[in-house]
Nanobody, 111 residues
Framework: VQFVESGGGLVQPGGSLRLSCVASGMLLSLYNMGWYRQAPGKQRELVATITSSTTYVDSVKGRFTISRDNAKNTVYLQMDNLKPEDTAVYYC????????WGQGTQVTVSS
């Protein structure tokens, strides 16, 4: 199993990014999936999940949207109205994080 995350970058506060996570070696449609992030000096946290519904950590509610395209075996995270505190490396994994971690994609929010 391998996850490849992409779509990160440097964006100004208030900007948007769309992250993608392509999986190989597994069918995403069979799993509850999540997006995680890890900021410097902090523990990795789960920020969004998608099962039959979606859930979000309070700090991103109303700004982030998780979705999936089973035909492309891909999970997305649309991030709007980004804030400096969203700066982190973003990863995808199953909701219970049972699979090997990918390299992640760096998101930096700064003016």
């Amino acid at each position: 199993v391998q996850f490849v995350e992409s779509g990160g970058g440097l964006v100004q506060p208030g900007g948007s990014l769309r992250l993608s996570c392509v999986a190989s070696g597994m069918l995403l449609s069979l799993y509850n999936m999540g997006w995680y992030r890890q900021a410097p000096g902090k523990q990795r946290e789960l920020v969004a999940t998608i099962t039959s519904s979606t859930t979000y950590v309070d700090s991103v509610k109303g700004r982030f949207t998780i979705s999936r395209d089973n035909a492309k075996n891909t999970v997305y995270l649309q991030m709007d109205n980004l804030k400096p505190e969203d700066t982190a490396v973003y990863y995808c994994n199953t909701k219970d994080s049972r699979m090997p971690w990918g390299q992640g994609t760096q998101v930096t929010v700064s003016s």
